[in-house]
């Protein structure tokens, strides 16, 4: 008998290995081909002469004046970016967090939706706003996108909802008795604040700063409208070396100080969510909010209100307005044709393009993504399986115009020569969008209580029922909000495209950015209009996901 239940013993954990191993083979291969493959081919092109490498080449360039005011500069503007934000959203953290108001889930998703517009359209509604013509240039004769103040407002609109979400997600599961006590012990209200509140949201703060630091140290398509030759983040210089002056050397010196850059930070990030995952303890969200109390609670649901209407909306409304200047929706109707100039085809043809591509990466991250989020959650897991969970977050920091133009230069010999092939932009797009479905897709896995599936497998159900019948069901309405935060992420994608997307098929951040590239009120306003049919559809798609989440809460659909 002991023997038969050893040879079982055996049996299973073949069988569970082979699974394992099923798992994670294809994301791995998949970030190999079209991740780390591309990358390293443009680096090494920049820092190899006749086949040496020329390190030194590296000391060289960090010693150009110009490349140490980019560096400066970029890291200098992350830093004002990540604290304006935190300043900024850290009230509206609150509010959404203990306050109980009519709207708020539909504000809730309001807020969120910045974060998945494309970059372009977040340039391009600041230029509508604070540039040239704009509605401060009109009103009072102010302009600001020639000035720093563009792109730092442009990036707290954008990781706005960051901070409300990481941080006031967890703000909402904090036990309010715990401050409660030691107002009752005599603390003032700041003090029982600082001493028992902040210390407990000190890993949300932390994760919530360094993913705003993240995106704005790679900052790529508001800097590049809203900066214009002025202002230079790395990954703007790095588009610039690579598409402008064709120095693929110091691209290459610049794409490796950024990888060094954001593994830094990942590293940081991946420590603090390991310390808030383990450090508290916390009760339901539903019991913390309340209704606001007194003239000042009021006050503060009052002015995280206005800083929404100003910061958030009103950018995006002149946007539509400005869509709407000529008679007749003349800037809509001027998208049907064709210019025979840096379009070949009608630009109304990219919001097609644009949909086909990311329904096709939403696929493939989807597959990709929820191997990965599987792999990662089996018991199971050795250590090559953990470290690779830290790798998936690369794409979102390594410069996407490397990416690109590492596609181009990799992917065009047998057996992956795909230059001309339309897969290759939805393959650029799945990478950012892998990332999202693994961390939305985690969580819930996690919270799938092990015994089922081992009582499953010691029934006789292979791993695929297994994960058919216990996990499927539990993780169903999560894999739809995975792919949709795919989905709105690629239809956005902007920096890895510009390079692959052919004239006859641009997709909309591609035809909005060569639009805002040519001088006319025409173009301009063609460019608006796309960028307001991309919002509105980032937006429905939001919106979706919203109804999805609070589906998911209540048990309805």
Not at 309 to 319: I, S
């Given at each position: 008998m002991d023997l038969t239940r050893t040879e079982v013993a055996v049996r299973r954990d073949r069988r569970g290995s082979a699974a394992r191993f099923g798992l994670i083979a294809l994301p791995v291969a998949f970030f190999a081909a079209f991740f780390a493959y591309p990358v390293a081919a443009i680096v090494a092109r920049g820092l190899k002469v006749d086949g040496a490498w020329r390190f030194g080449r590296i000391g060289e360039v960090l010693a150009q004046s110009d490349v140490r005011?980019?560096?400066?500069?970029?890291?200098?503007?992350?830093?004002?970016?990540?604290?304006?934000?935190?300043?900024?959203?850290?009230?509206?953290?609150?509010?959404?967090?203990?306050?109980?108001?009519?709207?708020?889930?539909?504000?809730?998703?309001?807020?969120?939706?910045?974060?998945?517009?494309?970059?372009?359209?977040?340039?391009?509604?600041?230029?509508?706003?604070?540039?040239?013509?704009?509605?401060?240039?009109?009103?009072?004769?102010?302009?600001?996108?020639?000035?720093?103040?563009?792109?730092?407002?442009?990036?707290?609109?954008?990781?706005?909802?960051?901070?409300?979400?990481?941080?006031?997600g967890l703000w909402a599961q904090l036990d309010p008795r715990q401050e409660e006590a030691a107002r009752m012990l005599g603390a003032s209200p700041w003090k029982a604040w600082r001493q028992v509140t902040l210390p407990a949201l000190g890993p949300a703060v932390a994760a919530a700063a360094l993913m705003v630091f993240l995106f704005t140290f790679t900052s790529f398509g508001v800097v590049q409208i809203l900066g214009g030759p002025t202002f230079s983040t790395l990954e703007v210089e790095i588009y610039r070396q690579t598409s402008e002056i064709f120095d693929l050397s110091t691209a290459a010196v610049l794409t490796l100080i950024q990888f060094v850059a954001v593994g830094a930070i990942l590293a940081l990030h991946a420590w603090t969510v390991r310390r808030r995952e383990t450090a508290l303890r916390l009760v339901d969200a539903s019991l913390t909010a309340r209704r606001p109390r007194g003239a000042g609670q009021w006050a503060l649901l009052g002015g995280v209100l206005g800083t929404v209407?100003?910061?958030?909306?009103?950018?995006?409304?002149?946007?539509v307005q400005r869509s709407l200047d000529a008679p007749g929706f003349g800037y809509y109707r001027a998208l049907t044709r064709a210019d025979g100039g840096i379009f070949l085809v009608a630009p109304i043809e990219a919001i097609g393009n644009s949909l086909e591509y990311a329904v096709a990466a939403t696929v493939i991250a989807v597959v990709i993504?929820?191997?990965?989020?599987?792999?990662?959650?089996?018991?199971?897991?050795?250590?090559?399986?953990?470290?690779?969970?830290?790798?998936?977050?690369?794409?979102?920091?390594?410069?996407?115009?490397?990416?690109?133009?590492?596609?181009?230069?990799?992917?065009?010999?047998?057996?992956?020569?795909?230059?001309?092939?339309?897969?290759?932009?939805?393959?650029?797009?799945?990478?950012?969008?892998?990332?999202?479905?693994?961390?939305?897709?985690?969580?819930?896995?996690?919270?799938?209580?092990?015994?089922?599936?081992?009582?499953?497998?010691?029934?006789?159900?292979?791993?695929?029922?297994?994960?058919?019948?216990?996990?499927?069901?539990?993780?169903?309405?999560?894999?739809?909000?995975?792919?949709?935060?795919?989905?709105?992420?690629?239809?956005?994608?902007?920096?890895?495209?510009?390079?692959?997307a052919r004239p006859d098929n641009p997709t909309l951040p591609v035809a909005v950015a060569r639009l805002l590239g040519r001088p006319g009120d025409l173009n301009y306003g063609q460019a608006m209009a796309l960028s307001t049919i991309l919002m509105v559809v980032c937006a429905v798609a939001l919106l979706v996901l919203e109804r999805l989440r609070t589906a998911d809460r209540t048990g309805e659909f």
């Open positions: 005011h980019v560096l400066w500069f970029t890291t200098w503007q992350a830093f004002v970016s990540t604290a304006l934000t935190l300043l900024i959203a850290l009230p509206g953290s609150y509010v959404f967090a203990r306050f109980e108001f009519r709207g708020k889930q539909v504000l809730r998703a309001v807020v969120t939706v910045p974060f998945v517009l494309p970059t372009v359209v977040v340039g391009t509604a600041f230029l509508a706003l604070v540039g040239r013509g704009g509605l401060l240039d009109e009103l009072w004769g102010v302009r600001l996108d020639t000035t720093v103040w563009a792109i730092l407002l442009a990036h707290v609109f954008f990781n706005y909802a960051v901070v409300v979400r990481t941080v006031g209407v100003v910061l958030l909306l009103l950018p995006l409304a002149v946007l993504g929820g191997l990965a989020a599987v792999a990662l959650t089996r018991r199971d897991a050795g250590r090559f399986v953990r470290g690779f969970d830290a790798l998936l977050m690369l794409p979102l920091g390594v410069s996407a115009v490397t990416v690109g133009f590492g596609f181009l230069i990799a992917l065009d010999e047998p057996p992956l020569d795909l230059r001309s092939s339309w897969i290759l932009v939805p393959l650029a797009q799945a990478l950012v969008g892998v990332p999202f479905v693994v961390r939305t897709m985690l969580p819930v896995l996690r919270a799938v209580d092990a015994r089922l599936r081992e009582a499953a497998s010691v029934l006789g159900a292979s791993p695929w029922r297994v994960w058919r019948e216990v996990d499927l069901p539990m993780v169903r309405r999560a894999l739809l909000i995975a792919a949709g935060f795919a989905f709105a992420v690629s239809l956005g994608e902007f920096g890895a495209t510009v390079f692959i």
